[in-house]
C-alpha cells in the first residue's frame, strides 16, 4: 500500500500542475484524500468513504472546469458568456451522472440571433442519438434534416426556416453529444461554423476516461 506521505506528494505535484484558479480546490482534494487515507487506516470505513466521495466530486468539478475551455470563442460579431452546468446537477454531475451537461450561450451583438451551445459525455440521452447518427434512412426521411462532414467527423443538422431556428449535432467517439442550437438567425450557418470552431482534439484529450 503507497504510504500518506508518498501519495501526498504525487497528488501535490500534481496539483502544482493545475491552473492558479483551480489550486485552491486541488488543495482541498489532496486534504480530503489524505483525511480520507488516515481514516481507512484507523478502520473509521464510513468516513474514508464520506472523505473520498467528497474528495471524488471536487475532481469531477475539476474536470469539468477543464473540459468547459474547449468551448469556441463567440463568432465576429457575437458575444459569449461562460460555460457553465445546466440541468441542475452541477458541474460535477457531468461525469458520470443524472443528465446535467456544460453548455454556453452566444448573442449576436446587433440582431436577435441567439446560440447555444451544449456538451454532454457518457450521459444516457447521448446513446439516444447514436441511433440516428447510425441510421441514414431517419435522416434522409426529414426534409430539413442533412448530413455535414466536418473533417472525418460528421454532423446531422436540422434547419427550419420558417421558424429561423437550427440545430447542430455532432456525436464523438459515440460517447460525446457536442451541439449548437440556435434561433432569431437567418441561416444555419453560423450555428454550423460554430459547431466545426471546436476543437475536437483537446475535447477528446479532457474528456479521455
Do not use: C
Not at 454556453?104 to 451551445?117: F, K, T
Not at 459547431?195 to 479521455?208: F, G, P, T
Request: glycine fraction near 12%.
Amino acid at each position: 500500500m503507497r504510504s500518506k506521505r508518498s501519495l501526498g506528494v504525487v497528488l501535490l505535484g500534481a496539483t502544482l500542475a493545475m491552473p492558479f484558479t483551480a489550486s485552491a480546490l486541488a488543495d482541498e482534494v489532496v486534504e480530503q484524500i489524505e483525511l480520507g487515507l488516515e481514516l481507512y487506516q484507523e478502520e473509521d470505513y464510513g468516513g474514508a468513504v464520506t472523505e473520498l466521495e467528497f474528495a471524488i466530486n471536487d475532481i469531477r468539478k475539476l474536470l469539468s472546469g477543464r473540459i468547459a475551455e474547449t468551448f469556441p470563442d463567440a463568432p465576429e460579431g457575437w458575444t459569449a458568456g461562460e460555460a457553465e452546468s445546466a440541468g441542475g446537477g452541477g458541474a460535477a454531475a457531468l461525469m458520470g451522472g443524472g443528465g446535467s451537461m456544460l453548455q454556453r450561450n452566444y448573442r449576436e451583438d446587433e440582431g436577435e440571433g441567439r446560440l447555444e451551445a451544449s456538451l454532454m459525455i457518457d450521459n444516457p440521452m447521448v446513446q439516444g442519438m447514436a441511433a440516428m447518427f447510425h441510421n441514414p434512412a431517419m435522416i434522409a426521411a426529414q426534409p430539413n434534416m442533412e448530413r455535414v462532414r466536418m473533417g472525418r467527423e460528421s454532423a446531422i443538422v436540422k434547419w427550419e426556416a420558417d421558424r429561423s431556428r437550427v440545430e447542430a449535432t455532432l456525436l464523438l467517439d459515440g460517447r460525446i453529444l457536442m451541439q449548437v442550437k440556435g434561433q432569431g438567425i437567418d441561416s444555419p450557418d453560423v450555428a454550423v461554423d460554430l459547431l466545426k470552431a471546436w476543437d475536437l482534439a483537446e475535447v477528446r484529450a479532457r474528456a479521455a476516461r
